[in-house]
């Protein structure tokens, strides 16, 4: 069959490598240049650790405090946009114990099989994308973050994530003795990996290429050309298409080309923020998040290391917000000293937009109104994570096979 798949960000590239496999002619269209999005500036998390969705138990609350303080690392810029509160409407409903520990088991499910697949890619000959499954560190400074994180490390063990183990600030020290940590102690997930999205995105790339997977970027589709249930052809700003079948993996623009195909998905843009540069002194050997400021760090190769955070719900045309970066520079700065690290000029500075579901599960399936289309996308910060994952499911779902994991938590019409 011929498949097109419309988005070249880590979901659309990890489905094109399944569908190929599996004997596809497949065409790759995106509306950019393929290294600019989420999936090229993340930290690089391959995380079964993150079984909690954003949408979480007090969540709004804190975000209301948060509003005013343009470098806290959640903001929903106010606006009167339907789609912004049909969207708040279904993430406050969302944000219930409840619904949270439901989300836990599918997305430890995905995690683990994105997991498996990841190391299945880094034992190719021609992939090297600084593969290393040596576990991560959620860092906490204070008590009630302790509390928390033991809360988060009971439930890990009733998921059956048992190589994690709470820290005290000695046996912090002892895993990264390279570097002053100014932290209580950490919590310890021996179950996640990471890698360098850098070297990642264009081994795959370069990958299908040599495979025969064709590549049209810079063209932005447009309309659909539709007869009875199916879609027969892609109208972009370079000509058409034709396809026996659609995947829709167009991360934060997922709403807008779902409303193409009649149906409406619960969907916003949520911008992030990173800086990958060799620190002044010092150095890490683990990833880490820094629970109180909701930091990222992650050591690269050859001495570099790489901060993100925030998490602002703004539409694509807002300008950057520079300042926030300060919060993530501060937040390095109170728990590794040693790592100070001075504002960078502004074309030192990526931002990029995670697609936000309503709940915090991603959107992964066919929809009623057309056949031959799946949808890939909401997977907010947890793309490359489950990348590999939902491209083998994507695959799956086109060739009508048993899928690798119950996706029924991730249907795109669930609201």
Known sequence: MKVVVIGGGIVGLSSAFYLQEAGHQVIV???????????????????????????????????LRWMWNNESPFYVQPRLDLDLIRWGWYFMRSATKKKVEAAAIPLRDISLLSQREYACWASLPDMHFSYQHKGLLEIFKTEEKAAHCHHTWQQAQA?????????????????????????????????????????????????????????????????????????KKLIHTKGSLTADQVVVATGSWGRQTANMLGIKIPLMPGRGYSVTMEPPKGSIHYPAILIEGRVAITPLTQGLIRVGGTMEIVPHDTPPRYNRVNGILRSVAAFYPDLAIPFPSTDKIWYGYRPCSADGLPYIGKISTYRNVVVATGHAMLGLSLGAGTGKLVQEIVDEQPTSMDIRPFAVERF
Do not use: W
Request: net charge negative.
């Open 29 to 63: 269209i995106d509306k950019e240049d393929l290294l600019q999005g989420c999936s090229y500036g993340n930290a690089g998390y391959i995380c079964p650790s993150h079984f909690i969705p954003l949408a979480t138990p007090g969540i709004v609350q804190q975000g």
């Open 159 to 231: 998921l059956g994530l048992t190589d994690t183990r709470l820290l005290n600030r000695e046996e912090l020290k002892a895993m990264e003795p390279d570097t002053q940590i100014d932290a209580l102690g950490a919590l310890y997930f021996g179950c996640d990996a990471h890698c360098y999205p850098n070297q990642l995105i264009p081994q795959l790339i370069d990958r299908l290429k040599r495979a025969g997977v064709e590549f049209i970027t810079h063209a932005q589709v447009n309309s659909f050309e539709t007869m009875g249930n199916h879609v």
